[in-house]
């Protein structure tokens, strides 16, 4: 039940730290149809992210419910990969950022369809609809930004140069993931890498983008240790209940 | 008018119980794929069992309104008299 | 086939506006008719775009996931308002972003309501309480306007509206039903946002220019001072129920009129926020402008592959 209640932190931190990302794009895209497309992705990012502290909470059994643990907690608690809190930037380090993370979510999300716990299975099967459509919408735009104009194209390279060294956390195992994949709740992450990077690589090729080579990973977030960024993004996401402690909204 | 102004499409939607596409309105996308995604975003916010048409409204030929006495050149026309329907020679820019 | 004469193309063009038939795009129009639209439906749409930055500005400090997902959900909604407004100014021929260089130069405008800050999780309540409530009167109106397309388009988005407003008055009433520190917060946004609200009726009907033809016309079906007035009378008991005080020392009920009489308008405040001179125009448009030029490489690369890509 630990691991589980762990596990269910780290995605549904994914989740909630991007969708907190993406809100922040709200009234700022390059075009209004863009703007529609990046919030919706954002709404089913923190219904998910809903869902899993949901059933995290309840797995506790302190007590809490799932506004508590998305705002109350302290930095170290939060196990996101630090990929999804960081920042923003242009439209390129945005999709590619949602890309790489798209395609791991699909990947997750198909093998959780058959967990042993019928929770998760039930999560993954209403978030797995969502994750296509999202998935689609950045690889057409990955392959858009790439293939388009010169500037679109270095924007994009710079994007994945930048992004690339936090991927592989979004695979990381510990006691936690290999007592849940022994138990069969969720599958093996190292087995998803190689899948991950087939997709991955098919999408940049029609984009005519590059990897990068000789770069080492990087990323502690799931242990707790994140970014200089998530101290700013947690002081937002939590200030109203921060200064305002123990009310009803 | 710049020339990274993307096209216009129009957007016809079938309901899951419906019998026939209805005209919803219009958007504006690069092509075709992405319009298809705008449609089913702005349109539908993604319902299942929705049929979506999108085409590109220049393409589309349109009959005259029933009040024919009013065109003194009657004939099939675009859907709207939009600027950018009608193909300008090149070296016309602010027209 | 006969030639008709302007005249007589006016005469049958204001027979139908008089029988409430809907004028279509490729109907006969007045050009005045064309131009009054065009201004009227693109300064409603880019108020729906303008309007999404002070609302959106609080969902990443939403208090609870469940509010920052209906806050997410309502300003998305503006967005696709936005959107089926655009498209239906479009189809009086004129296009999107010529438009929008108009709203960024000032030449057109947009509701001056927005230009107003949101200071506090409250001013999210006030919003879809008041301003929303203030919208919804204009726009079941529109619902039986002459021009089609904008009808269409208003019939959308009213059915799409409902939520927004009870959305607001949930978040005041929860406030209100709160401690002393919610409370508080609840009638400091009522005391800032009650008279931008009344204003967002726009000018006294003895002001207003453009009245007399546009209802003539059914672009208009109710002046500004009968909406002013049925929107005081809907949203006092509705703020009494939960415990505001309405800013005004001299709202009265009228049992002769069977109305509120509520003070004056502050008509100096009005022209200086509408002549852009409120708190936050500048940022306002300087947003808007941002995410047009910094969004232009993005549009441009999209372009260049789709002609890349012709089939």
């Known amino acids: ?249 | ?95 | 086939m006969e030639t008709l004469t302007q005249e007589k193309l006016a005469e049958k063009f204001q027979a139908k506006i008089d029988a409430d038939i809907k004028i279509e795009p490729n109907d006969w129009m007045p050009e005045t008719y064309r131009k009054t639209l065009i201004r009227q439906i693109s300064q409603h749409a880019h108020s729906e775009i303008v309007g999404m930055l002070p609302e959106g500005n609080w969902i990443t400090r939403a208090p609870s996931l469940r509010r920052k997902a209906v806050l997410l959900a309502k300003v998305q909604d503006e967005a696709g308002h936005g959107l089926y407004l655009y498209s239906a100014t479009e189809t009086l021929g004129v296009s999107r972003e010529e438009t929008i260089d108009d709203l960024h130069s000032g030449k057109m405008k947009y509701s001056s309501i927005f230009n107003y800050p949101t200071l506090s999780w409250a001013d999210m309540g006030a919003i879809g309480w008041l301003v929303d409530g203030a919208a919804i009167m204009n726009q079941v109106a529109l619902c039986r306007t002459s021009y089609g397309p904008y009808a269409r388009a208003m019939v959308k988005i009213c059915k799409e509206e409902s939520f927004h407003q009870r959305q607001g008055y949930e978040i005041m009433s929860t406030l209100m039903n709160g401690t002393e520190a919610q409370r508080e917060m609840a009638q400091d946004a009522m005391n800032r946002f009650w008279w931008p609200s009344l204003m967002m009726f726009g000018p006294s009907d003895a002001e207003s220019k453009h009245t007399e033809q546009s209802m003539r016309w059914r672009i208009k079906r109710h002046t500004n001072d009968e909406l002013r007035q049925s929107f005081v009378d809907a949203s006092v008991p509705q703020a009494e129920l939960i415990g505001l005080k309405i800013p005004d020392p001299n709202l009265k009920w009228n049992e002769a009129r069977g109305h509120y009489d509520f003070g004056a308008i502050d008509w100096e405040e009005f022209w200086q926020v509408v002549g852009g001179n409120g708190p936050c125009n500048k940022e306002r448009i300087e947003a808007r402008v941002k995410a047009k030029v910094e969004g232009e490489w993005v549009r441009e690369a999209a372009m260049a592959y789709a002609k890349k890509h012709k089939s």
Not at chain 1, 84 to 99: C, Y
Not at chain 1, 220 to 246: D, I, K, W
Not at chain 2, 67 to 78: G, I, Q, R, T
């Open chain 1, 1 to 249: 039940m630990e691991h589980t209640y762990k596990f269910l932190s780290r995605i549904g931190d994914d989740s909630l730290i991007l969708g907190q990302r993406l809100a922040e794009l709200c009234g700022h895209g390059p075009i209004l149809e863009e703007d529609i497309a990046l919030t919706n992705i954002s709404l089913d990012l923190i219904g998910q992210a809903t869902n899993i502290y949901t059933y995290a909470a309840q797995l506790e059994g302190k007590g809490r419910d799932a506004d508590a643990l998305a705002f109350l907690r302290l930095e170290h608690q939060y196990l996101n990969a630090i990929l999804v809190e960081q920042p923003n930037g242009n439209f390129a380090d945005t999709l590619v950022r949602q890309f790489f993370f798209d395609v791991y979510r699909k990947l997750l999300f198909e093998q959780l369809l058959t967990s042993t716990d019928k929770q998760i299975a039930a999560i993954a099967e209403k978030s797995l609809k969502e994750t296509r459509y999202h998935l689609k919408h950045s690889s057409e735009w990955v392959i858009r930004l790439g293939d388009g104009t010169e500037q679109s194209k270095e924007r994009a390279q710079f994007a994945i140069l930048d992004l690339w060294r936090y991927t592989d956390e979004l695979f990381y195992m510990d006691e936690t993931e290999i007592q849940l994949a022994k138990a069969g709740v969720i599958p093996n992450l190292k087995d998803l890498k190689p899948l991950w990077m087939e997709q991955v690589l098919s999408v940049l090729n029609l984009a005519t983008l590059t990897l990068p080579e000789n770069q080492g990973f990087f990323g502690a977030g799931r242990q707790g240790r994140h970014s200089e960024h998530m101290g700013f993004l947690l002081a937002q996401l939590q200030y109203m209940q921060r200064v305002y402690p123990n009310m009803q909204w």
């Open chain 2, 1 to 95: 008018m710049s020339t990274n102004e993307w096209p216009l499409w129009e957007v016809f939607i079938r309901s899951k119980q419906g019998l026939n596409h209805k005209h919803v309105g219009s958007l504006r996308a690069p092509d075709a794929e992405m319009a298809m995604q705008n449609a089913r975003d702005v349109y539908t916010r993604r319902s299942e069992g929705i049929s979506i048409w999108v085409v590109q409204s220049a393409l589309i030929t349109a009959s005259d309104p029933a009040d024919s006495e009013a065109y003194f050149e009657p004939s099939d026309s675009k859907v709207y008299r939009h600027p950018t329907f009608y193909d300008l020679p090149d070296g016309i820019e602010h027209m």
